[in-house]
């Protein structure tokens, strides 16, 4: 720690990058943790400093704030784009059930399950982390898997996929409601991917 | 309040209760309000005292902790039983459809609203709430309903509409994803009413 702390300040100081990399990555990887634990109003830069083991100033540095770095953690679990692409390989056809497939598989290792819960959780006490959370889902998940339905009615269409999806990490992770808890991924891809193939892809009117 | 306050007190002290009623409801009444300010964790009883114009002793006089304070709350919104009964009249036809209106129109009103949030709010934040919500959701919402649906699987049908609605005020009150946050209850009936039928209704296998 001390000796990356050390690199990535001379690189700075001397407008190079030799550790940026190892550095950049430690305070990702401890706002991840501190975001998991403590959520997002009661995670500090300056803390997430002294969990990387670096100084605060390269914190601000290398982001541009806490909102910032929590977009950063957010992509870690769950990348949108290489998630979309797995789930759009295929076309139309059993969207719903490959979107939900690809989601739990994603979702279920105990560590991409906590950013995850991180994330709703920041969501509901901060209406910064809820706009995040917003743009997050629109722009780079729901949305584009409903604009590549190509339906008219696609954002409406997106908004209903992503009720469900967050209900489904609420309802499984968070208030862990019996039944849904203890389901098996099978099971819920079986009951949830003909209601995400409705919502995305179902009677869809196309433009063209 | 101050007469309020020296009746209630005055019934605690001689084993009666005539102004019992209207400080309990006052009680209530500021701790609903406090909950969905500042949600479960940051809510004191000394607080929801203070702003019910009554002693902290009269709060554990009439409610055994916190808990049972916010459980109290939660029924203000929406009664459980009374919701139960107008969706089950009219039997298991369109049985979604009417669950989906019903949750609607008790939810839209701002205070209703209010408290919703601040239940998912608290449900993600204390792992007492969360528990809470789910022995509430269980037992005198969704548990009921797929019950009285019948069904061998009623457990995950009723954890299935669980997530869905809890989905819902996720995604249209506390994200506000785009979509969902504008559309008219009359579209959200429309789209999510099937659903819910599917979920608790279509393909039950009956034990009788």
Same mark, same amino acid.
Do not use: C
């Given at each position: 720690?001390?000796?990356?702390?050390?690199?990535?300040?001379?690189?700075?100081?001397?407008?190079?990058? +030799?550790?940026?990399?190892?550095?950049?990555?430690?305070?990702?990887?401890?706002?991840?943790?501190?975001?998991?634990?403590?959520?997002?109003?009661?995670?500090?830069?300056?803390?997430?400093?002294?969990?990387?083991?670096?100084?605060?100033?390269?914190?601000?540095?290398?982001?541009?704030?806490?909102?910032?770095?929590?977009?950063?953690?957010?992509?870690?679990?769950?990348? +949108?784009?290489?998630?979309? /692409?797995?789930?759009? /390989?295929?076309?139309?056809?059993?969207?719903?059930?490959?979107?939900?497939?690809?989601?739990?598989?994603?979702?279920?290792? +105990?560590?991409?399950?906590?950013?995850?819960?991180?994330?709703?959780?920041?969501?509901?006490?901060?209406?910064?982390?809820?706009?995040?959370?917003? /743009?997050?889902?629109?722009?780079?998940?729901?949305?584009?898997?409903?604009?590549?339905?190509?339906?008219?009615?696609?954002?409406?269409?997106?908004?209903?996929?992503?009720?469900?999806?967050?209900?489904?990490?609420?309802?499984?992770?968070?208030?862990?409601?019996?039944?849904?808890?203890?389901?098996?991924?099978?099971?819920?891809?079986?009951?949830?991917? +003909?209601?995400?193939?409705?919502?995305?892809?179902?009677?869809?009117?196309?433009?063209?």
């Amino acid at each position: 720690m001390t000796s990356q702390t050390a690199d990535a300040a001379s690189a700075r100081g001397r407008g190079r990058r +030799p550790g940026g990399v190892d550095t950049r990555a430690a305070i990702v990887e401890a706002a991840r943790k501190s975001f998991a634990a403590k959520g997002y109003d009661k995670s500090s830069l300056r803390g997430i400093a002294r969990e990387a083991g670096v100084d605060p100033a390269l914190v601000h540095h290398y982001f541009d704030g806490k909102a910032a770095l929590f977009a950063e953690t957010m992509a870690v679990p769950v990348n +949108p784009v290489e998630l979309i /692409e797995r789930v759009l /390989e295929g076309g139309h056809e059993r969207l719903g059930w490959r979107l939900v497939e690809t989601f739990l598989t994603v979702w279920e290792p +105990p560590e991409s399950r906590e950013s995850l819960v991180a994330l709703v959780r920041s969501a509901t006490t901060s209406e910064e982390a809820a706009r995040m959370l917003r /743009e997050f889902l629109g722009r780079e998940v729901f949305g584009r898997l409903a604009a590549a339905a190509g339906a008219e009615d696609a954002q409406l269409r997106g908004a209903l996929a992503a009720s469900q999806m967050i209900g489904v990490v609420m309802a499984r992770y968070v208030v862990r409601v019996p039944g849904l808890a203890e389901a098996t991924r099978a099971e819920l891809v079986e009951r949830l991917g +003909p209601v995400l193939q409705g919502y995305l892809v179902d009677g869809a009117t196309r433009p063209e």
